[in-house]
């Protein structure tokens, strides 16, 4: 098992090397982990700066006391992968963005489009924005990032065909099988650069969506001869994405 992941804001540390992990992850590493003195924890800002540390003790139930070790910092992937995702109904969303998390994403631009039930207005769309960033945070943790995705603000149709004019590569996600879409997995894909895909809401890209996201340069792609919902998708062609590219090699 590798070792557990706090999110810190600084990497300040006493004179003697030693780091106090207080506070809610303070919290959960002494009164949920109960971590002992000895054992690893990995300390990071959640943008690619870690630090490697051992225990030294722990006091209450909310200090840590770490020894800290080296701050370094991860480089960034390439190629670098952001998923439009377009708002799914009920808690579908943080399942969208926590497994997109776990499998590696590096940027989510929720995208509010013409056939999507949800709306996201005034305070409404402030908290599940919010939502959307603390699922992402909590799923860094978890699987043992140190560089969370980027949660953007909420794009419309617009701004997110601007998004797909300036990536290396860009494919909608199509599953219209008439059309003539070709399979993701064949696509011809960057070394490095910006890979920018569009997840569509349960009931699909609409027409004039798809001609001005082709307009800017994306192409209609399908991930098999399946139907997936939106809120797997993303998660399915990430992967598939990763693994091609050799991120996952």
Avoid at 12 to 17: I, S, Y
Avoid at 131 to 137: C, E, F, H, L, M
């Amino acid at each position: 098992m590798t070792a557990p992941v706090f999110v810190v804001e600084h990497f300040d540390a006493g004179g003697d090397g030693r780091y106090v992990l207080d506070g809610p992850e303070g919290r959960h590493a002494v009164s949920v982990k109960r971590l002992q003195p000895g054992e690893d924890v990995i300390l990071t800002d959640g943008a690619g700066r870690r630090a490697d540390c051992v225990v030294f003790a722990a006091e209450g139930k909310d200090r840590l006391i770490v020894q800290l070790g080296p701050v370094r910092e991860e480089p960034r992937a390439q190629p670098r992968i952001t998923v439009v995702q377009a708002l799914p109904k009920g808690d579908r969303g943080e399942l969208a963005v926590e497994t997109m998390t776990e499998v590696g994403v590096d940027a989510i631009v929720p995208w509010q489009a013409a056939r999507c039930i949800t709306q996201w207005k005034g305070d409404r769309g402030l908290k599940a924005l919010g939502k959307w960033r603390a699922t992402a945070r909590e799923a860094g943790k978890q699987s043992r990032r140190v560089r969370f995705p980027e949660i953007a603000d909420a794009a419309s149709t617009k701004q997110v065909a601007a998004l797909l004019a300036n990536a290396d590569f860009a494919a909608v996600l199509h599953s219209d099988f008439e059309r003539g879409s070709v399979p993701l997995a064949t696509a011809e894909l960057p070394d490095e650069g910006e890979i920018v895909l569009v997840v569509g809401p349960e009931g699909g890209v609409a027409k004039d969506e798809l001609a001005l996201f082709e307009e800017a340069g994306a192409r209609a792609y399908v991930l098999g001869p399946t139907v997936l919902r939106t809120s797997t998708a993303g998660t399915a062609a990430t992967a598939l994405l990763l693994g091609r590219t050799g991120r996952w090699s």
